[in-house]
């Protein structure tokens, strides 16, 4: 059987869309676009209208792509300003002889009952562990049998303002959206595996004007905060260093200088135009060494701002992030931490840049907090689906998450 899914992204550089198949335990990215995002600034919906059209952009291409319609998304949204508490939560089961996933639905309902930050929304509720009776520590409690089921969650949330200016926007784009997530949170699931989700680590994601330096504990994030700098920066520097325009520093960026002045040629030139006109050749060492500096910074900010966020050992650090796709960026990366961090590269087919970790990622999450659930979803209607797959294929009747704005979190 296989479910669909499609994530979606609000950034400040770029909107990104990627559905995404779960077959067999696998997941096949079946269309993935970017484009330029509008009315939005540092990650937060400025203007409603304008994120709206840049949203349309995206699904009229993927819908171009697929031939067919695009619906329901999950959103994946800035986590700038949030906040994190731990609550907990207890019921009685209903069957003791086996806990079932609308068991842990209800011990998650009760440990958010009464939660009251004022200004703000809950997004997320990630179990911690939940207990069975007198044993604790359990990480999914389905199919043990007791009477009393008790979690320990973290409630993420974030200004109303903030994630209702981003649900309108999506809506007037025509979209229904099934969940929210952080960007954090996808840029962890894309790069899951087994020592993440036992560890204590951070993720590091190079963005347009800021860098989102989030910690996880075992697969939770505990903490996050931004630094005021990004990919934005690279071409300011190139712009000003160079005396042209900055959109010409940005394809200078992308298309020809390399993250580490080590992987550079001097022979490989290209002509610029200045601001006042004139013409001039500048070889590749002499632009890398411009970008190489604006991003040793940024790493180094980030590796003091995680050293400020938690005292505990870090077993693992990830970089993504559109920057970090530039060649000899993985070579900083590890002089910085010392071999302790690497880059992100999402091994799914159909992903080719690290920019569409956080769109890809909030699938996976949503695909996991499901299966934690006992529940099964498809974001595709049966019609569109035949158009993708020959299996037959039942969708689920359940309307997981009914009103986008009253249980997001059952």
Do not use: W
Not at 54 to 65: G, R, Y
Not at 149 to 158: C, D, F, M, T, Y
Not at 219 to 227: A, E, F, P, R, V
Not at 244 to 256: P, T, V
């Amino acid at each position: 059987m296989s479910e669909f899914y499609t994530g979606l992204e609000l950034g400040t550089d770029s909107v990104k869309l990627v559905v995404t198949e779960k077959k067999d335990d696998k997941y096949n990215v079946l269309a993935a676009t970017s484009c330029i995002s509008n009315g939005i600034k540092n990650g937060q919906v400025v203007d409603i209208k304008a994120c709206a059209n840049s949203i349309k952009s995206c699904i009229n291409q993927v819908e171009e792509m697929l031939d067919f319609q695009i619906k329901k998304v999950i959103a994946a949204l800035s986590p700038t300003n949030c906040k994190m508490d731990i609550v907990v939560g207890n019921c009685d089961v209903e069957n003791p002889s086996s806990i079932v996933g609308s068991d842990i639905s209800k011990v998650l309902n009760d440990a958010i009952k009464g939660y009251n930050n004022e200004g703000y929304e809950i997004v997320t509720v990630t179990p911690i562990t939940f207990t069975v009776d007198d044993n604790d520590n359990i990480k999914d409690p389905k199919g043990m049998s007791g009477s009393v089921l008790e979690a320990k969650v973290v409630v993420s949330s974030i200004p109303k303002e903030s994630l209702y200016k981003a649900l309108e926007a999506i809506k007037i784009a025509g979209l229904i959206t099934i969940d929210v997530a952080f960007t954090s949170t996808g840029d962890y699931f894309s790069s899951l595996d087994n020592v993440l989700d036992n560890s204590v680590g951070a993720i590091i994601n190079i963005g347009e004007t800021s860098t989102n330096v989030s910690v996880f504990n075992k697969g939770i994030q505990i903490k996050h905060s931004l630094l005021p700098v990004g990919s934005l920066n690279v071409d300011k520097d190139l712009s000003y260093i160079f005396q042209i325009e900055l959109s010409d520093s940005r394809k200078i960026k992308e298309c020809f200088a390399l993250a580490s002045v080590d992987y550079a040629d001097e022979t490989e030139k290209i002509e610029i135009v200045r601001k006042d006109g004139e013409k001039r050749e500048i070889n590749q060492i002499g632009v890398s060494k411009v970008v190489e500096a604006r991003i040793s910074e940024i790493l180094k900010l980030s590796k003091n701002e995680i050293k400020n966020l938690t005292n505990r050992e870090i077993s693992y650090i990830i970089v993504t992030g559109g920057l970090s796709e530039l060649q000899g960026f993985d070579y900083l990366v590890d002089n910085e931490f010392n071999g302790l961090a690497k880059v992100c590269r999402i091994s799914t087919i159909g992903l080719r840049h690290n920019k569409y970790s956080s769109a890809f990622g909030v699938t996976k999450y949503f695909d996991d907090k499901l299966t934690l659930r006992g529940k099964s979803y498809n974001m595709i209607d049966e019609d569109d689906k035949e158009t993708l797959t020959s299996t037959e294929n039942k969708l689920s009747d359940y309307d997981i998450f009914g009103n986008v704005y009253g249980h997001l979190f059952d």
